[in-house]
Structures are given as C-alpha cells and as structure tokens.
C-alpha cells in the first residue's frame, strides 16, 4: 500500500512538474533546456551543455513603463508546442553556397492571471546553441505597450574569461578587453577610449556579441538575431551573482522600446562549444532571421574595391575641398568662388588614377569619399542640412568620372556621410539613390558619424534602428548595395535583405591611423562583431608607418604585411577593401598578388584552428571555383600553426603560393618582412607555418589542371 | 570762460552719448525708439508712443549653451545704419489687394570685445509699431552656437489688461483669459485646460500673440513675425517689475535653438495704438516676411468649402471604420476582411451627397476626414507608422470621388492627419502629395494631434518648425495648398509661400463640441491668433445643441446664428468652411444665403469698431467686384453698434441684406433667433443693429445696378 500511494504521489509531482518545467534537447542531444516558472510564475530557462549546466536558472521578462504590472511574474503555461526544423537554403552569397537550418523549438504560451495577458517565449535548439525570443500574440489586454526594460537574464556559472568592448549606446570602435568576468568594472575606464559619438550607461556593462572562455574550456557566445522594430540590447553584469541581463538603448526621454502587439522582440542566443571553432561556423544568427525578403537578387554582387579614403584618414589628404571657409550653406555656398585647397583628394585626376589601377588589377570598384559639398564642417556641429548626398565638388566631374570607370571596366562606389543626421538623409535618400542609378553606382558606403539627430536619440536606440532598416529596404528597391558605417551593429538581417552587404559597426582599420589597435584585435573580431554578420574591415596596409603618409602622423598598423593578406580571409566579407595607396602596393607586388587571386564569395569555410586572441586559422573555397584559400591572423605570441590540407579534392594537386612572415617579423619593428613561396600540395599534405607576433599567413591554392 | 567750459562738456557728452545711444523714429513721427548700451555694455532700447513711454528700457541679447561668454553684454556699437523703405505689393490673397511696406530701419552693428564676435540688431518702426531682430553675419569667431535661452526683454509700464493664454510648447488650443498682468499666475492653472499634447513652463508663461490694453486705453501687442529655422517664441513674466522676457520652445534636450551664422532669428514685433482697430489693420507681421518665393502662384486660390467632419468632431459618426480592432498594422491590415461599423462617415454615399450639396450651393470643395487607413488607432499610442496617407477605406472610391467631384464642379479636399508622427509623415510626403495631384486634390488640411514624434521634441521646437516649413515648401514643389492644423501659430510666413492658406492653430469651432468656448472667443482672436495669418476657424454652426446630433455629447455651441454668420467676415481667411451638416443649412436655408454670398478674397478691409473681449465690426469689399459684406461679432453684453457706410462708393446704391440677432436672441438660451431684413443703402447711410450676447450680425450689399 505504501508503494501505490508514493508511485502515486510520483505521478501527482511528475504531472505537477510537468504543467510547470518543459525542457527538451538540440538535434544532436548535446543541449539540454529547461523552462519552468519559478517562485510567483516567474519565466526561467537553465541551459545544459554535454550534461554541463552552462546557464544556471535565469529569469526572462519584461518591465513596462506607466503599468501597473509588468511583463515580469504571475504567469501559468496554458499551452507548449514543440516542433523540429530541417532545411537548406541557399544564400546570394556568403562563407558557404548552402546553409542548414536544423532545430528543435519548444514554444510556451504564457498567460499573466492578473491581467490576463499573453506572452509567448520561442526556444530553438541548434547544434551549438539557443535562441529566444518574446512574441505577443493579438490580443484584447496588451495592444499598445512602452518596455522600460528587458529583463532577460544569463546566469553565468563562473568567472569567465571573456573578451568585451565596454557597453554604450553610439559606438563599438573600442580595442576588446580580456579579462574576468569580476574584473570588468575595474578594467572599465581604461577600456574607454576617445570616440565621436558615445555613452556608456555602466561600470559593468558589455556589448554583444560577448565572447567568453570557461575554466573548464567550454567557449560561450552571447548576441541578438534579428533586431528590427526594436532597440538594441547590451548587456548589464551582477558582480555578485555572475549574472548577466539586457540592457536595451533608451530614446530621447529615457524610454526603451514602444510595441504594438502582434509583435516579437529579437532573438537572444547562446552558443556554446568546447571548439572555438564551433562558433565561428556557427549559423545560428543567419537562420533566425526571416529568409530573402527580394525576390530578383541578380543585382546583388560582391565587391572588391580599393578607394581615395586612406590618405584622409591618415591626414595626407582632405575630405574638405576648401580650407577657406569656417562654414558652408548647401545651395548658397559657391564652391566655383572659393579657394581650393591643394589637400582635397576626390578630384578628377586622383580618381581616375585610382580607376586605372582599380582596372589594371581586376578590382571591381573604387569608392571616392569627399566627392560632394558639404566637408568643410561636416562634423562636430550638430549640423541638420549637412549634406545633399548629389552635389559634386567642382573637381569631382560625376559623369565624366563614370564614363571613364566604365570605360574600364570599373564600377564607381558612392559615399554617403550623414553626420549623423538622419532626417536630413531620409529627406534626400529617393535622390539620392536615383542619382546613384543614374550615375552607374551601385553600392553605396553610408556613414553615421558623430551625434545623431534627432538629438537626444542613440545610434541603437529603437528609433534609429527603424532608419538604418528603412535605408536598407529603400536601397532594395533601388536595387542598391548598402555598406553602413557606424550603425548598429549586424544581426544577420542580411538573410532577409542580403542587399546589406556589409557594416563597420567596430573598431576597423582606420583605428591603425588613429593610434593603432592592439595587434590581436583581429583574432577576436570573427568571434565578436562577425557573428551577426560580415564585416567592411578594409585591410590591406602594406605601409605600416603612417608618419610616412603624414609627418604630423604617429600611429602604427599593428600588424604584419602576412597578417594583412590574410584578413582576406580570416575577416569574411562579401566586399573587401584594398585600403592602402595605389604607390604601396605598387611597392611590393608580389605580394598584392594574393590580394588580387583571393576570391570574395565561397563555396565552403572550414576552421582549421582557433583560439579567441590568441588565433585564427581559416582555408575557404571559391564559390563555383576549384581554388582554395588559407589565412592564418595571430596574436601576440610567436606560433607555429599545423594544418592539413585534408579538406582538399581528393586526387588533384594545387599550386599552393605561400605568403608569410619572415623568420624576423613583427607587427611593430619589421612588419614588412614576408616570404613568398610556392610548392604544389595535395589532400595528403601538410604545413607547418610560423606566425609573427601581430602576424599570420595566406595561401592561395590553385588547382594544377 | 565757465559757460564756454559746460558747453564744451555738454557736446563732449552727447558725443558720448551719439556713440553709445541711437534714436529714430516712424515715417508719422508716433513712435520714437532708443537703443542703447547699458551697464557694461548691455543693449537695450525703448519705446515711445506719441510722447508716452510705452515699453520701458528693456535688455536685448541671447544666452549660450556651453560657452564661456553669453551675447548679453559686452557689447559696443561698431556701426549704426538707418534706411527707410517705402513699397506697395500685391498679395496672392488677402484682406485687401494691395499691401504698403513702408518703415524706418535703424540697424545697429555691434561687437563683443571679450570675444571679437559680431551681432546686429535691425529695428523697424512702421506707423503701427516697432519690429526687431538679431543678425549674425558671417564671421571667424561666431559659426556654430547653440541657445540656452533668447533674451529679449518688453518692459512694461504698467499692470496692463492682458488677453492671454498659458505659455506652452504644444498647444494654444486655450480659451482666453482677461487678467490684470499681476493676475496670470493666481488665474493660471484654471486656464489650463485638457488637450491630447501639452507642456507648459512657468506660472507666468503666455503665448503670442499678446494683446493688452493699459489703462490710459494704449492697445499694446507682441508677437513674432517670420519665425523659420528657430525655436518658438514665447513670454514669461516677472511679477515683480512688469517685464516680460522671451522664452523659446526647448528640444529633447533642453535645447532651444541651433544657430549657423551667417543667419537671423525672427523678429519681435510690437504694435501700439490707441486705436484698437490699428492693430487689426497692421500688416507689419507680413511685411517683416520676405517676399513671394513662388513664381508661378496662378494655382493657388481661395477655397470655400464643405466637409464629412462636423459630425466626426459632435461624435455622431466616427473616422474608424472598423470596431472590431484594437489596433491595426498597415499593409497587414485587411480591412476588406472585417467588420465595418455603421458609424463610419468617409464612404462614397455620404461624401457624395456632400458633392452635390457643395455643387447646388456654389462651393469650391469639399473636405473629407477619415477616408484613410489606419485610424483605428490613430490617437494617443504614440504609433510610428500610423498612416500611409494613400489608402483608401474600403467604402471610399478614391478615383470614383473624384470623377463624381469633377462632374460636379467640385473639388476634392485632402486630409493627412499625422497623429504628430513627423518621420512618417516626410517619408511619405512625396507619394502623398502626387497621390493628391494624380487624383484631382489641390489642398489639403494637415493634423498634428498629440505628442510628437521623434519623442521629446515639442510641437514648437525648432526641429519640428523645421518640418512644418518642409511641409510647406514642397507642398509648393506640387502646387498643393497646405492648411496645417496644430501646427506652430503663423508669423506671416504666407507672404513667402502663399501656399500656406490656413492654419488652425488656436481654439477653434470643434471646441465648441468639446465643452463650449467662450461666448467672446471670437472677439479675441483677430488681435491674437490672427496677427501672423488666417485661421481656418471652420464657422457656420446653425445647429448650437450638440445633444441633438449626438445624445451623449452635451456640448453647447457658444454663439448666435447670427454670429456665425459674422464670423466669415470678422475670422479672415482665404479658406472658409461651412462647418454644419447639410441638413442643418437645409433647415435655415435663407441664413445661408449669406454663406453661399460671401466672398473670401478682398479688395479691401475696413476696421468699422474694435474692442478686443467686447466687439468687432469690420467691413470688407469683394476682389474684383463691387460687392461689400459687413460682420460683427458681440461679446457677453448685448450692444447696438452704430455704423456709418460712407466706405461704400459713392453714388452707387446697394441691396443691403442684414442678417441679424433677434430681439430675444441669446448665444446659450435661444441662438437660432435670427431676422433677416433688405434695404437700399448708400455712402451716405447709417444703420443702428443690436448684437444679442455671444451675437452678431451679418450684412451682404450687393450694388444694385
């Protein structure tokens, strides 16, 4: 009788458990989550990795602003769903021609007894990790809300390891910091450097995507899939209880986000791996977002380009046109009376040099920044009227420079700055974008630099999301190409508008012109900023030595020529930079050669090894091609790396062209000593290549028909 | 050899004074003004009126965000100019056909020694009043400067009777209260009544335009004239001395204004008079704008019109058409999918019996709210994308409207409520105003009801300013013409862009279906709202119970018959409603005639009595032709105005048609009492008629040939 009565009480307690903890496991079984409503029905997930707790129980929820009961507590399930996914699709372009989509999804139905509000969480399961996210279903009790804050929470379960930029509302162009997690705080001040725009809202507050390192060696990676309609999130540390929660950017008057059900916030994942590699192959951020939103993507390609950009970042040259005037006034202003300057580089002559060299070496486009009136006092001024995005300067002739790049072969790469304002750009982007059609342009760098307008609005606040979203689908109907600078960093929207084909969105190569960065930043960037998508990085320095572009000028590239040429690889893009000069390269040829081979849209990626600021080490195949191409970036320690070539074609030999550091290199006294050798290689080989300090190596392997 | 001595010393001292006091005065003489450099260096200046000192030395300059040295001292004259201009130009539209300019400038060159920058400051004394404004001309040490605050001072000399309405940066929907100036603060906080956007700042804050009157019986008013890329301007004042002090509209940030020199701000206008029907008569506002900027302006025309709105505003009938949703998502919505309610007003039966209506009683269109997707949920959720501004309701034939419109004789009248939503509204302005020009609409009324978005910013802060005038200009780009309600309250900008028909902008009809106004609202006005431009006051309520086309709504309209009539003479506006439902009018059709009769464009006007709060007479002859109409508009206390018509021409006879209060008539107990009688009259007549409380008359004379 006591027997039936306890397996009794076990089935009573097991259906309780049941009606309140749903758990459920990834594909490969690696995963394990658990939801369950915890003290007075408060939403909480924990999350297992290989039977190790990875994220202890963590709360989800959200606070509201002006109500009386937030989306916090008082919850009952009233229904769970769950559901598999399988499926391939394949991308306009990317690090490979086909992408799998595979998870498990457990999704809950949520029900707030004393407001009689629905919420739901949707969990997937993948392979390396989680995602969540909120959505509000149509409903009568919650229409129109205001979130004060996003409580979602990530409970570490020590002191990681992890690399961080500090949390801020207008800029990532910060070096990333490794520290402890209990070290953040005092590590913060130093971590903030001098930016343009920028607010940090904590002492212990980080940006997403996070990278961590466990004791135990288990690699853990938190970010957003997704951000649309909503505000960007960082992330917030507990010091006392290792538990991270979001920490969205708030508008004008301190409010995060307004709602309108039916509705989703973006999705939160966690990746977890004990192979760092596993992170970088990753889809997860890709698969989240909603697939291609344009139906005709013919006219979305990747670009190679090379630009007159680099001589004004290191002060050799100017954006401006004149150093005569304090000020100018669009349309009143006559550029035809005023002085020029002798620093102004966007002229006719320059450009056409740069088209000639962009021609000669198969580059497909050439970006010329300063081209239009307005630089003379572009920033720092809250300026509204800043720019018209279609008035050349007197020495920009737009026609004819698009006669001769066409004459070439050569696309020209359109430049808009906004400073910033983004009223001012909305006002003339249809204008805009139809003198880019008119003109050959295709593609389009856009810049945020500085302050935003409206003022008192943030880079990543909701609002301004909704404009760099707006941008980029007003550009799809352009057919239009959008490489955004200083806007929110990427969350794979790209899937669903693979017109976006690139943000800066970090701390990029301008920064070695800016005082330099520190020489494994490289080796942290894929497992950062790339996660939510690619990256316009602009490598390509051949001059270490920026006094030599510009006496007034001390920074150093802190890296190696080898180093340089593998970030080609090693730092993905649709669309790469040869950023330096074309009187660098011309300097050391044979070396551009790899710049000029490596391919740009990829068939498949492979890891071969990686260590978050330590190294990287990547061989990719051109997409619809038979070449291979290896690139190694590595950090401040001296490293040998090993690789096999096993990943090769079985039975063809490759020519393998081997640019590296010299036995003496080093990114800071001698980062222009490299080798160049070739053998011939086959699936069966195998290298053994010495990285320098700030080093690396690229290889370009060519099929011996 | 001491007489020689003090001579000596009295010209040493007017040359000292020569340099640091100027006076001039205005082409009659009346007004005499000194400016002068006080204390160390502070300008002021004062006003005096036939040898009666009328504002007291009063401080100039402006404060400065974030810099060492403010533009409020320091200051010595650098150069001092005077001028006079005399010219006479033809309005587009107005209350007389033609227009003189004519004043005396004194413009005063001054320089900050602290600093080395340079302001001037241009004064403009026209017979009614004194204009001024401050001018940065372009220079090293002044380009970019942002406003703490504006500091212009207008000294009173007395504690003047005050028709004021709470300062306040979103709204001047107010009734008017009539205080001593010591009276505002202890009065203040009933004068604040409920609206959908409203901040105000300061107990003592008030609007312009300002009317007061002192009690020597001098008509004082202050406003601003040509207010564009600038904050709003309005008054708060110190109890203690009298003065009043500009308070500009602040942004997200506490920020008022920023400034790019070379530019101005707009100018301070004071009118004085000891004939109230001066100020009325004054085209100084419009003066002080810069001339017509439109070349071609034959596409612009006034507009008497009728409109599905009336019974929206008593809560009759609704804008949504749809109950079933809490909420909509444009493009997603599919309104062919739910449940129409039976209150919807905007379908095509209705709209075209106000065609035919408009078409049987000569009027040039008819307007038509609530035609337009979205406004279910239109109000108060701060909803970004709120309204798309192109598609149509389901039961509103936008091409089939037209067409029927067209067939009529009759034009269309457009309708783009924002909802304060300013991004969404400028990013689909273009589409919007082509969607007009394709369909057959030439003006539209533009809404900005509740809060602004983007967030923070005000109603009249200089960024939203900024959009209004966007508005207006591209408007003009289209040949639309723009009647922009809750918007900034016009400085005479109309003469630049006469495309700028109307404004609300004030406390108009639909606020009599909102509680009531007061009874001598309308005597108010024209010294108030009306100094900048038209108002679109929307008259021509017959029916007073609000009861009876709504039973919930207890409203009562606050006026006669009689001076609803009244009011399309004594309300100027190139565009006139007749507000009422059809069947109202139908029901009264002899006092409908006078609407049918009376002109909107004028030839002349003539201010007959005028006493701000008590009475307004005012006579006007029709553009082009011989025609005369005659309004007056009473007050609580009922009163016989005594008027003599030797303003007609003489020698010609006229039918006059006098529609008038009835001897029993009372705006609240019995309104609709009216008597309509003819009889012939010349130059020589005079006419003796009773105004009941809240009443009026209205006269047509009609030459009889």
Redesign the interface.
């Known amino acids: 009788m006591k027997s039936f009565f306890i397996i009794n009480m076990m089935l009573l307690l097991s259906l309780f458990n049941c009606s309140n903890a749903q758990e459920f496991q990834s594909p490969n079984g690696d995963f394990t989550m658990r939801f369950s409503l915890e003290n007075d029905g408060q939403p909480t997930y924990q999350l297992s990795y290989k039977n190790q707790e990875v994220v202890k129980p963590s709360h989800l929820g959200l606070e509201l602003k002006d109500d009386k009961k937030s989306l916090l507590d008082g919850f009952t399930i009233v229904d769970t769903s769950t559901s598999t996914f399988d499926e391939t699709w394949t991308p306009v372009w990317g690090e490979e021609s086909q992408i799998r989509n595979h998870y498990n999804e457990l999704a809950i139905s949520l029900k707030q007894k004393e407001t009689d509000r629905l919420m739901l969480i949707r969990f997937r399961l993948f392979d390396e990790g989680l995602g969540f996210r909120y959505e509000f279903p ?1 409903q ?1 009790n919650l ?2 809300f ?1 979130i004060k804050e996003e409580k979602s929470q990530f409970a570490m379960t020590g002191d990681h390891t992890t690399f961080w930029i500090p949390g801020d509302y207008d800029t990532q162009e910060y070096d990333y910091t490794k520290s402890k997690l209990s070290e953040i705080n005092e590590k913060f001040d130093d971590a903030v450097t001098g930016n343009a725009s920028q607010e940090q809202f904590s002492k212990t507050g980080v940006q997403t995507a996070l990278m961590m390192k466990t004791d135990s060696g288990l690699y853990i990676n938190l970010h957003e899939a997704a951000l649309i309609n909503y505000s960007c999130m960082s992330l917030d540390l507990d010091e006392e209880t290792m538990v991270f929660e979001s920490h969205l950017t708030p ?3 301190d ?1 995060k986000a ?1 709602m ?3 509705c989703n916030s973006p999705w939160r994942t966690i990746m977890v791996s004990d192979d760092a590699r596993d992170i970088l192959a990753s889809r997860m951020t890709l698969n989240l977002n909603e697939p291609c939103a344009i139906e005709d993507t013919s006219w979305i390609k990747p670009v190679k380009y090379i630009g007159v950009w680099w001589e004004m970042i290191t002060g050799k040259s100017s954006w401006a046109y004149t150093d005569e005037l ?2 100018v ?1 669009l349309g009143f202003t006559d550029y035809s009376k005023v002085k020029p300057n002798d620093t102004h580089a966007a002229n006719n002559t320059k450009v056409k040099r740069y088209i000639d060299f962009a021609s000669e070496h198969g580059f497909d486009g050439v970006l010329v920044e300063g081209w239009n009136e307005g630089w003379e ?1 572009w920033f720092g ?4 009227y800043v720019f018209d995005f279609v008035t050349p300067y007197p020495d920009f002739d737009v026609e004819e420079i698009h006669k001769y790049a066409k004459s070439k072969g050569v696309k020209m790469i359109m430049h808009h700055e906004t400073s910033g304002s983004t ?1 001012n750009y ?2 003339h982007m ?1 204008k805009a974008y139809k003198f880019m059609k008119d003109n050959g342009y295709d593609a389009v760098k856009s810049g945020y630099v500085g302050n935003i ?5 943030h880079h990543y606040s909701q ?1 301004i999301i ?1 404009h760099y979203q ?1 941008a980029i689908e007003k550009a799809a109907d352009y057919e239009v190409m959008v490489n955004a600078h200083e806007a929110v960093r990427p969350t794979g929207i790209c899937r669903t508008y693979p017109n976006l084909i690139g943000n800066e969105s970090a701390r990029g190569t301008e920064f070695q012109a800016f005082g330099g960065s520190k020489p494994n930043h490289v080796t942290i960037l894929p497992f950062t900023r790339l996660i939510g998508g690619p990256m316009d990085y602009t490598p390509g320095i051949f001059e270490m030595d920026i006094s030599k572009l510009n006496p007034n000028n001390n920074s150093h590239v802190n890296s190696t020529l080898a180093n340089q040429l593998a970030l080609y690889v090693t730092m993905y893009s649709p669309l790469q930079m040869a950023a330096d000069l074309p009187e660098h390269y011309e300097q050391f040829m044979d070396a551009f050669q790899f710049i000029k081979d490596v391919a740009i849209d990829w068939d498949k990626s492979i890891y071969l090894e990686a260590e978050p600021g330590d190294y990287l080490t990547i061989a990719r195949k051109e997409k619809g091609a038979s070449s291979w191409f290896i690139g190694n970036v590595n950090g401040t320690t001296p490293r040998t790396s090993n690789i096999k070539l096993d990943f090769l074609e079985k039975g063809k030999t490759y020519k393998a062209t081997i640019y590296a550091d010299a036995k003496d290199a080093h990114y800071k006294t001698n980062p222009q000593a490299y080798t160049i050798k070739t053998k011939n290689v086959t699936s069966k080989s195998k290298l053994s290549l010495w990285s320098a300090p700030g080093g690396g190596f690229a290889i370009s392997l060519e099929e011996v028909k």
């Open positions: 149509q009568d229409v129109y205001m508008d004008a008057q409010n307004y309108q059900a039916p304090p000020a006034q006092d001024k809250s300026k509204d009223r909305e006002r249809d307008i409206p003022r008192g609005e609002y909704n707006y």
